[in-house]
């Protein structure tokens, strides 16, 4: 890869973590804590952006062997449920009440 292809990519998978710090910004309504709130987000999105592809790189170096002949479908199959899941909790549109960030909801962030 390039280092353009590089930087793109990094930028692509970043707009996640970028995304849930503007919606959880917004719904702060202390502005003295959101300064502190923001170094929390960004210190830990960004550990775990530098984190997760190491491992996942590492399990699935580990594990290639033996989803070879299946893996597009297995890839496939994630993202729909994902997706579905996404439309459905789209179309039930409840709304959430804003919530103290603690660690918790930070890492399933």
């Not at 970043?14 to 170094?39: P, T």
């Not at 994902?82 to 959430?96: C, D, L, T």
Request: proline share 1%; with cysteine; glycine share 6%.
């Amino acid at each position: 890869m390039t280092t353009l292809e590089i930087f793109i990519t990094a930028v692509a998978l970043s707009i996640d973590a970028s995304v849930c710090s503007v919606i959880y910004g917004k719904k702060q309504s202390c502005s003295e804590s959101r300064f502190r709130h923001a170094l929390t987000m960004a210190f830990t999105f960004g550990f775990f952006q530098f984190l997760m592809p190491m491992i996942g790189f590492k399990c699935g170096e580990s594990i290639i062997g033996l989803i070879d002949e299946y893996d597009h479908w297995l890839a496939f199959i994630l993202l729909a449920c994902v997706s579905f899941n996404m439309i459905k909790e789209a179309i039930e549109g409840e709304s959430q009440e804003a919530r103290h960030i603690n660690f918790f909801i930070l890492l399933s962030l």
